[in-house]
Nanobody
Framework: QVQLVESGGGSVQAGVSLKLSCAAS?????????MGWFRQVPGNEREGVAV????????YYADFVKGRFTISQDNVKNALYLQMNTVEPGDTAMYYC???????????????????WGQGTQVTVSS
């Protein structure tokens, strides 16, 4: 059964803002998991975007989104968010929510280290 469900993607114009949501099982937040966002373009490797260690709130961002994207959580709603500001055509990708107990010990971590994944939400940015 799917434990992470993304939503909020869509087709938008460059320069606007978009907010992605990830509905997750409560234990991911309560038990101090790494939770984050990854993205992938067909034919390319999946890459980390932003990750949060929910144990203490530490966040990590990929260089290409620093200053534009913000990751946050809502423990009451059991949700993870990615606020995307000033989106660019290069942000076009399938965005995935992921969780793991230890993958972000030293930073974003790599996709292969994350155990739990959602099915993705597509973001398409036109110029």
């Amino acid at each position: 059964q799917v434990q992470l469900v993304e939503s909020g993607g869509g087709s938008v114009q460059a320069g606007v803002s978009l907010k992605l949501s990830c509905a997750a099982s409560s234990h991911f937040f309560n038990d101090g998991y790494c939770m984050g966002w990854f993205r992938q373009v067909p034919g390319n490797e999946r890459e980390g975007v932003a990750v949060m260690f929910t144990g203490d709130g530490t966040t990590y961002y990929a260089d290409f989104v620093k200053g534009r994207f913000t990751i946050s959580q809502d423990n009451v709603k059991n949700a993870l968010y990615l606020q995307m500001n000033t989106v660019e055509p290069g942000d076009t990708a399938m965005y995935y929510c992921a969780a793991d107990l230890a993958a972000c010990a030293y930073g974003l971590g790599i996709p292969g280290d994350y155990e739990y994944w959602g099915q993705g939400t597509q973001v398409t940015v036109s110029s």
